[in-house]
């Protein structure tokens, strides 16, 4: 099974972008279909952009459609999300998970530490 370990969080300003990364660790990575998750303070957690295993095909939620990028780099084990023109309301913390399909974005393992992304008006 993999690992996933996510970075890159931090305080920014509201209009700024940011990127995070998630890390996986195993040979496994590639055979994974990996998405980002968000758990706004006293929210649920919810999912927010998901991309397969070869890093065509991509779904990202409604909520934040225009706004994300999500890449990946399967020779680095590696997959980004880029967020566009912050907002206060998009301070989260940040997962990544591996995910049952795109469609779903049904999270298959467990949760790791998440990476904070706050950001300031």
């Known amino acids: 099974q993999v690992q996933l370990h996510e970075s890159g969080g931090g305080l920014v300003q509201a209009g700024e972008s940011l990127t995070l990364s998630c890390t996986g660790s195993?040979?496994?990575?590639?055979?994974?279909?990996i998405g980002w998750f968000r758990q706004i303070p006293g929210e649920e957690r919810e999912f927010v952009a998901g991309v397969g295993r070869i890093g065509a095909a991509k779904e990202y939620a409604d909520s934040v459609n225009g706004r994300l990028t999500i890449s990946r780099d399967n020779g680095k084990n590696l997959v980004t999300l880029e967020i566009h023109s912050l907002k206060p309301e998009d301070t989260a913390v940040y997962y990544c998970?591996?995910?049952?399909?795109?469609?779903?974005?049904?999270?298959?393992?467990?949760w790791g530490q998440g990476t904070q992304v706050t950001v300031s008006s």
């Open positions: 998970n591996t995910l049952a399909d795109l469609r779903s974005g049904r999270p298959l393992g467990s």
């Open positions: 195993g040979d496994t990575f590639i055979r994974h279909t």
